[in-house]
């Protein structure tokens, strides 16, 4: 039905599964490619370690055990939440009201997929397939999961602020968390006092409560 | 040693009664979206994830 599930092999991020697998990059972004390697500088295992966060891959099924497989995409995930703290008073009631069985707060669940990537070689449709997409489905799928021992109402993803990258998100259903650069600059330089000059990144949102899930 | 997760900022003013709206949006489409193809794909993948076997 997908690439990924026709041809892949799914599971956690190891060095077993790095080994077996041949060479691979992430050609776009030396952060995420040195992320998703062993003996590098704040990789998929120090994030592990710390209880950061858990970190997946897909890698080609070879079922002749003889070539080397492919390391095809892998994602992080880690909990996360988003606040809405200084709402004039009757929005935030509004959003709490609207919230069944909730506690009156003003933080909500969230997933934060914290590192996503395709490898070089498995580009934006490979074999006719939108390998991206499926394993955005996949995250989705595992976000809305009723067999999951907790709920999260959101995916956050602090999205690369190219037009690639922003329109992959946004296909997939994500919104910005804020209207424009300047809105994020001006809300990041504020909580962290830093002297950002541009957005590297864009904060994005997906909401999960859009979902149909009475498949499972 | 660091590793850096990204600090979601607080939302304020604007920000934060834009993003109310959407939610308050996407609620009232909820479960709007039929995702059913798609989590029967990822339902079979999670299925033959490794160490499920």
Partial sequence: M???????????????????????????NADIDSFFHDHTQDNYRDYRLEMMGTTHCFFTDEKDNTTQPKMVCAFSLSNSSLRTDILPKNRRNRLNRSIPNAKRRFQYPAILIGELCVFDGFGHKTFGYNIADEMMNLIKTIAIDPDNNSSSRYLIVDALNSPEVIEYYKRNGFEFLFASDEEELEHLRSGHSSDMQNCRTRLMFFDLVVLNQQMH | MAVYVKAIPTLRGSAAERFVKMSEENLRRRASVDFSKEAANSYAILKKKEGNK
Avoid at chain 1, 6 to 28: A, M
């Fill in chain 1, 2 to 28: 997908g690439y990924l599930l026709d041809n892949c092999r799914f599971g956690r991020l190891t060095s077993e599964i790095i080994n077996q697998c041949q060479p691979y990059t992430c050609s776009k």
